[in-house]
């Protein structure tokens, strides 16, 4: 059975490791980190092995998944130092391009990037993929039925991912969803009816576009009659900018993206 080895024991980690049980995965999974206390809780949480010192994590691991913060991949690698046999390396460290995770670790590593979503903690993520050039086939495929595990898999090219990750956060809706429900019990509503309100306008109507194919288009018409109360909030929100806003976050999002090139 293929071992998967995670260098990091952070939120990401622990939201594929979730995913995965939930899925019954039965290829051992361990988790390397400095931080004893994450080993121990990923341990008792999830039946994962742990280890503490790096190098035996490494060379365990069949499928090696590189989990750490971007403005750390560098030192890991150099920690690595050197793959010493045949091993399928991801990296999930948004912004550092496969270009200076070929020159970092030196050996026998087969590259790939991943960004999978939190939300593959329940099964049903998203996870982005891009491989490195001479990545073969038999390789792709298990990097993919791996991700497949925890939610959506799409294969996109490495110059889209910046704007992917800056795109796909969750963060999107949980934001969306405090700011509506926050508003509106401002407004009057409890804080329980606010939620549920707010929850319905953003998920629930998602999901019906999503499971059903009337377009987008025609479901915004539908929802919002001329000149009543949801045309009325939805013509005053553009108004205010809310296009603009989004623009710009999602502008910054991909410009601290691309800043890990460099690092």
Known sequence: MKTTVFLGGGRITSALIAGLRRANYKNPIFVHDRHAK??????????????????????????????????????????????????????????????????????????????????????????????????????????KKFFSKVGAVLEIPESKFDVFTATYSCSHGYHALATLAEVAHAEGLDRQTAFLAAAHALADAIVAWREGTTPLSRLLHEAATPGGIAATVMTTVKEAGYRRAVARGLRAGIARARRHRKA
């Open 38 to 143: 994450k080993l121990s809780q990923l341990r008792h949480q999830y039946k994962v092995g742990t280890e503490s010192d790096l190098r035996p994590a490494v060379e365990r691991a069949d499928l090696l998944i590189l989990a750490v913060r971007p403005e750390s991949v560098s030192e890991l690698l150099g920690q690595i130092g050197e793959v010493r046999r045949r091993t399928v390396v991801v990296s999930l460290a948004a912004g550092v391009p496969l270009a200076n995770l070929r020159a970092g670790l030196k050996g026998h590593p087969l590259w790939a990037r991943a960004m999978p979503s939190p939300i593959c903690r329940s099964g049903g993520g998203l996870t982005a993929l891009t491989f490195d050039r001479n990545l073969p086939q038999k390789e792709r495929r298990l990097i």
